[in-house]
């Protein structure tokens, strides 16, 4: 898979900080709860803290309080790229930026939160950026 943005270990590292590229680039999870985006509400656009791609609008995050801010569909279908995940002996749905590829979080269906899509885009506050709306 070649992404619009590609760049080596090395570039990512020089550019993100420690704990961004932990998730961003490894894959990590933040801890739940103490994510920056966990509970704002804030009107605006969440970008790719890696790329800048936009991702996601605050109108469809809701309050899942799995502990990660969580939305129910992409800005734009094409923004992600969701990959099937069997680590930690489970079956998910990662969710990458579509443009860098860089790890976003997981997908999850069929929870019953009762939003348009039955989706939730539970994604790491460090792997996005808030741009408030003016
Ligand atoms: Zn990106």
């Known amino acids: 898979m070649s992404y619009e943005v590609s760049k080596s270990d090395e570039q990512w590292r020089a550019e993100l900080s420690p704990q ?4 961003l680039r490894e894959a990590g999870t933040e801890r739940p709860f103490v994510g920056e985006y966990t509970d704002t509400k804030t009107t605006g656009v969440y970008s790719c803290r890696a790329c800048g791609a936009e991702l996601f609008r605050s109108d469809t995050k ?4 799995c502990g990660w801010p969580s939305f129910y569909d992409p800005a734009d279908t094409d923004a992600v790229e969701l990959i ?3 680590s930690l002996g489970m079956v998910r749905t990662e969710v990458r930026c579509a443009r860098c590829g860089s790890h976003l979080g997981h997908v999850f269906e069929g929870e019953g939160y009762g939003t348009p899509t039955d989706q939730r885009y539970c994604i790491n506050s460090i792997s996005l950026k808030l ?3 003016e």
């Open 131 to 133: 741009t408030p709306e």
């Open 20 to 23: 961004e590229y932990a998730v």
């Open 62 to 65: 809701f309050e899942s309080h």
């Open 84 to 86: 099937q995940d069997r």
